[in-house]
């Protein structure tokens, strides 16, 4: 599907990639086994963890989609 909307070549793959991965690791909430494994290892009341873990999942996600779009203006 990539190809037929003329996206080739191994760095325009990496940053589509990159984006799929920003957008799978935003907002990781009570239903993600990721937001449990923090909130036991981390020793967080489940409170806590919705508004930290929500946020720091949230922000991680808009960081790395802003660096992807950069990345694809410049070098795509």
């Known amino acids: 599907m990539l190809v037929t909307a003329g996206i080739e070549g191994a760095l325009p793959l990496a ?6 991965g920003a957008g799978a690791m935003t ?6 086994s990721f937001f449990w494994v923090v909130t036991q290892y981390s020793g967080m009341e489940v409170t ?9 999942t ?17 070098f795509v």
């Open 48 to 56: 806590q963890a919705y508004k930290a873990q929500t946020m720091a």
């Open 15 to 20: 940053l589509v990639v990159m984006a799929i």
């Open 27 to 32: 907002v990781s909430h009570v239903n993600d």
């Open 58 to 74: 949230l922000l991680q996600g808009l960081t790395t989609i802003t660096f992807t779009i950069v990345l694809w203006l410049i």
